[in-house]
């Protein structure tokens, strides 16, 4: 009994001297959470003093974050290489750290721009549920990168040195970086909490160095006696600070912003500052690039009395070669996307969130299913095919007579190859469940596309097959009973004109196509002819639109079928019917033939936001007419109303462009109304 005292005594001994270890050692961790670990600072020294060869002190550059603000820099970049100046190395952190890490890459101011215009923003970021910390995925625009600087890239091999400032949520401490991967550095670098997750790192879990100091100005201090900083903070005076999200996004920035106006006023009369115009420019506004840009460079213009002074030091003949090469492979990175705005995926990527699939897209080929589904959606994607499955519920609202919803699935398989060709295969099984009614709907679509007359012109060949089976004849199908297909064959040419003057022509295209309606026991043929522009006046921001459309039946017999993506809008079952039934002859007229003109304004300095969050940007408001010959007479029927648009941008990320109109319908004498979404994501 005594001898288990004397263990049970030396155990709980023993437990409190580890308890005491431990208590210290969580001390000693506590105070060193502002002692920051780098990794990669012997040899990024090494490289400056390779660079100035111990003659002169270094240029340092400072590259803040922002946001969106910090496409800024790449103005300030441009100017000081117009001054001879290319920084010895770069600090940078957020935002800042794209354009940073693309410029130590190689690419010239001029370069990242054109990268950065060239593409669809937006679309290289995608929605998920948050299961790895964040809410966004940034596969593509990793893999848009990676075709143009190469997919295996070292920090500490780029021609400019460069540190990346991140924060580390498992040690709490700032983690620079100046060594290792490009693209894992690139990703944590701009890994905002819960909009991107964190990033694994040599044990780490980094997140966006931003949200603690935007300008890390005394650690390019610890290099060089010459620094440069470029900064775009944070300064909109016209935020509802009592709206939740506002509060939380203006709180984050207090603390980020008072800790780089502290390191910047301890720098101040020596260091270089160039306070770039942007403050009062949104951190989602990412279509404004070229106007941040031109900003950056007349802020960074004003200080060309205290960059005089700064050591020259002009690109380097292999800086221009590495340039050189960087162009051909943004120039075949560009054909690849241009066509398809697709990015082969060098790194799977998997997907799971919100998924909304709309059969409104311009690019849609379907015309017997007009319709919206959404759902959670799963995404694959690999190389060059994307699949995707999205289960939720089935949608039309597009008109004040058809509103129905039903339970659906719709699954998807693109494949784009040989850069030029692309085949999709889609299917879409709903359920009508007041009618206890199947409806599936699928389709193959096989699409070549070219560019010619520098790339102004793109010519596409497309051949589409589509059916819808409605096995009870449910209503939620228009007018499509039992056992129906669609086969077309478009030529179709979109023209893509400079608009540099007072006047401006945008979606412009002309299409002409062979189509066979069948429903397995009588098929017939049409030629369709449509074409499509708009013209903009952009000092007054007034618009018009026209879009018109003929189809003619070969075979003589009349009744030429109407679809709802002709753009007549009506309630009018008789029109909305036509020729859809092979069965009945109630039409004699061979032709039918629409043309509809809107006259709007669209604003271009309009943007407002709900906390940041969500923008409205593109919006308008126009005086639609509606036309329709498909009788053999002259007098057309007509539809006039209203139609008010706008794109909700999520994070300055993604849009859902939305539509809502509002008329009179002269063949039934009544209102005609309704809305449509014209995305998939």
């Given at each position: 009994?005594?001898?288990?005292?004397?263990?049970?005594?030396?155990?709980?001994?023993?437990?409190?001297?580890?308890?005491?270890?431990?208590?210290?050692?969580?001390?000693?961790?506590?105070?060193?959470?502002?002692?920051?670990?780098?990794?990669?600072?012997?040899?990024?020294?090494?490289?400056?003093?390779?660079?100035?060869?111990?003659?002169?002190?270094?240029?340092?550059?400072v590259l803040s974050g922002g946001s969106a603000r910090a496409f800024a820099h790449i103005g300030v970049?441009?100017?000081?290489?117009?001054?001879?100046?290319?920084?010895?190395?770069?600090?940078?952190?957020?935002?800042?750290?794209?354009?940073?890490?693309?410029?130590?890459?190689?690419?010239?101011?001029?370069?990242?721009?054109?990268?950065?215009?060239?593409?669809?923003?937006?679309?290289?970021?995608?929605?998920?549920?948050?299961?790895?910390?964040?809410?966004?995925?940034?596969?593509?625009?990793?893999?848009?990168?990676?075709?143009?600087?190469?997919?295996?890239?070292?920090?500490?091999?780029?021609?400019?040195?460069?540190?990346?400032?991140?924060?580390?949520?498992?040690?709490?401490?700032?983690?620079?970086?100046?060594?290792?991967?490009?693209?894992?550095?690139?990703?944590?670098?701009?890994?905002?909490?819960?909009?991107?997750?964190?990033?694994?790192?040599?044990?780490?879990?980094?997140?966006?160095?931003?949200?603690?100091?935007?300008?890390?100005?005394?650690?390019?201090?610890?290099?060089?006696?010459?620094?440069?900083?470029?900064?775009?903070?944070?300064?909109?005076?016209?935020?509802?600070?009592?709206?939740?999200?506002?509060?939380?996004?203006?709180?984050?920035?207090?603390?980020?912003?008072?800790?780089?106006?502290?390191?910047?006023?301890?720098?101040?009369?020596?260091?270089?500052?160039?306070?770039?115009?942007?403050?009062?420019?949104?951190?989602?506004?990412?279509?404004?690039?070229?106007?941040?840009?031109?900003?950056?460079?007349?802020?960074?213009?004003?200080?060309?009395?205290?960059?005089?002074?700064?050591?020259?030091?002009?690109?380097?003949?292999?800086?221009?070669?590495?340039?050189?090469?960087?162009?051909?492979?943004?120039?075949?990175?560009?054909?690849?996307?241009?066509?398809?705005?697709?990015?082969?995926?060098?790194?799977?990527?998997?997907?799971?969130?919100?998924?909304?699939?709309?059969?409104?897209?311009?690019?849609?080929?379907?015309?017997?299913?007009?319709?919206?589904?959404?759902?959670?959606?799963?995404?694959?994607?690999?190389?060059?095919?994307?699949?995707?499955?999205?289960?939720?519920?089935?949608?039309?609202?597009?008109?004040?007579?058809?509103?129905?919803?039903?339970?659906?699935?719709?699954?998807?398989?693109?494949?784009?190859?040989?850069?030029?060709?692309?085949?999709?295969?889609?299917?879409?099984?709903?359920?009508?469940?007041?009618?206890?009614?199947?409806?599936?709907?699928?389709?193959?679509?096989?699409?070549?596309?070219?560019?010619?007359?520098?790339?102004?012109?793109?010519?596409?060949?497309?051949?589409?097959?589509?059916?819808?089976?409605?096995?009870?004849?449910?209503?939620?199908?228009?007018?499509?009973?039992?056992?129906?297909?669609?086969?077309?064959?478009?030529?179709?040419?979109?023209?893509?004109?400079?608009?540099?003057?007072?006047?401006?022509?945008?979606?412009?295209?002309?299409?002409?196509?062979?189509?066979?309606?069948?429903?397995?026991?009588?098929?017939?043929?049409?030629?369709?002819?449509?074409?499509?522009?708009?013209?903009?006046?952009?000092?007054?921001?007034?618009?018009?639109?026209?879009?018109?459309?003929?189809?003619?039946?070969?075979?003589?017999?009349?009744?030429?079928?109407?679809?709802?993506?002709?753009?007549?809008?009506?309630?009018?079952?008789?029109?909305k019917s036509q020729g859809h039934d092979l069965t009945l002859s109630s039409n004699p007229a061979n032709?039918?033939?629409?043309?509809?003109?809107?006259?709007?304004?669209?604003?271009?300095?309009?943007?407002?936001?709900?906390?940041?969050?969500?923008?409205?940007?593109?919006?308008?408001?126009?005086?639609?007419?509606?036309?329709?010959?498909?009788?053999?007479?002259?007098?057309?029927?007509?539809?006039?109303?209203?139609?008010?648009?706008?794109?909700?941008?999520?994070?300055?990320?993604?849009?859902?462009?939305?539509?809502?109109?509002?008329?009179?319908?002269?063949?039934?004498?009544?209102?005609?109304?309704?809305?449509?979404?014209?995305?998939?994501?």
């Open positions: 009994m005594k001898t288990f005292k004397k263990l049970l005594i030396m155990a709980l001994l023993i437990c409190m001297a580890l308890s005491s270890l431990a208590a210290a050692d969580e001390a000693d961790d506590i105070l060193l959470s502002d002692v920051p670990i780098s990794y990669g600072d012997a040899m990024f020294r090494e490289r400056i003093l390779a660079r100035t060869q111990g003659e002169r002190s270094p240029v340092g550059l970049l441009k100017y000081l290489e117009e001054q001879d100046i290319v920084p010895d190395f770069i600090i940078s952190n957020s935002m800042g750290s794209i354009v940073g890490l693309l410029y130590a890459a190689g690419l010239s101011p001029d370069q990242i721009l054109e990268s950065v215009t060239s593409i669809n923003l937006q679309s290289m970021f995608d929605l998920t549920l948050p299961v790895s910390g964040g809410m966004l995925d940034s596969s593509r625009f990793l893999a848009k990168v990676a075709s143009i600087v190469g997919s295996d890239l070292q920090l500490e091999t780029l021609p400019i040195p460069i540190i990346v400032v991140t924060e580390d949520l498992v040690t709490k401490r700032q983690i620079t970086i100046s060594e290792g991967d490009f693209f894992t550095v690139l990703q944590a670098s701009y890994a905002l909490p819960v909009y991107f997750p964190p990033v694994e790192y040599r044990g780490h879990l980094l997140i966006d160095g931003g949200i603690t100091n935007l300008a890390p100005v005394d650690m390019a201090y610890t290099y060089a006696d010459s620094v440069i900083v470029s900064t775009t903070f944070y300064d909109i005076d016209t935020l509802n600070l009592k709206n939740p999200l506002t509060v939380l996004n203006v709180s984050i920035d207090i603390g980020k912003r008072r800790k780089g106006v502290e390191e910047l006023k301890q720098a101040l009369p020596d260091v270089v500052w160039i306070r770039c115009a942007v403050e009062d420019v949104s951190f989602m506004e990412f279509d404004r690039v070229e106007y941040l840009v031109e900003q950056g460079y007349r802020s960074a213009s004003e200080r060309q009395e205290q960059l005089s002074a700064l050591h020259k030091n002009s690109v380097s003949p292999e800086l221009s070669e590495k340039r050189n090469d960087l162009a051909a492979r943004m120039k075949e990175s560009s054909n690849i996307y241009g066509l398809y705005q697709h990015v082969p995926l060098n790194i799977p990527s998997k997907l799971f969130g919100l998924g909304l699939d709309s059969d409104y897209l311009k690019a849609d080929s379907s015309a017997l299913k007009d319709d919206s589904t959404i759902g959670l959606k799963f995404i694959y994607r690999k190389d060059d095919i994307s699949v995707s499955v999205n289960p939720g519920y089935s949608f039309d609202f597009r008109s004040n007579d058809r509103f129905s919803t039903a339970p659906a699935i719709r699954a998807q398989f693109d494949y784009t190859f040989l850069k030029h060709l692309r085949l999709s295969l889609y299917s879409s099984f709903m359920f009508d469940i007041a009618n206890v009614a199947p409806i599936v709907s699928s389709g193959v679509d096989l699409e070549g596309r070219i560019f010619a007359f520098d790339e102004k012109l793109r010519i596409s060949l497309l051949q589409s097959y589509e059916q819808i089976n409605n096995f009870e004849d449910s209503d939620h199908v228009d007018f499509f009973d039992g056992h129906t297909f669609l086969y077309s064959v478009i030529a179709k040419g979109s023209l893509y004109p400079e608009n540099g003057g007072l006047w401006a022509f945008n979606d412009s295209s002309l299409s002409l196509s062979f189509q066979m309606l069948g429903d397995f026991s009588e098929v017939r043929s049409f030629v369709t002819a449509r074409g499509t522009t708009e013209i903009l006046n952009q000092n007054l921001d007034l618009f018009a639109s026209v879009n018109t459309f003929g189809r003619f039946a070969l075979d003589g017999q009349g009744d030429v079928p109407f679809f709802f993506s002709d753009g007549f809008r009506t309630t009018d079952s008789q029109i032709h039918l033939v629409g043309l509809g003109i809107s006259i709007g304004y669209r604003p271009s300095g309009f943007d407002p936001t709900m906390a940041e969050m969500f923008i409205f940007n593109n919006s308008s408001v126009a005086i639609y007419t509606d036309l329709l010959w498909n009788r053999n007479t002259f007098a057309p029927y007509l539809s006039l109303g209203l139609e008010l648009h706008t794109d909700i941008s999520l994070l300055g990320i993604r849009s859902l462009p939305l539509t809502i109109y509002g008329g009179w319908d002269q063949k039934v004498n009544t209102l005609v109304w309704g809305f449509y979404f014209n995305m998939v994501f």
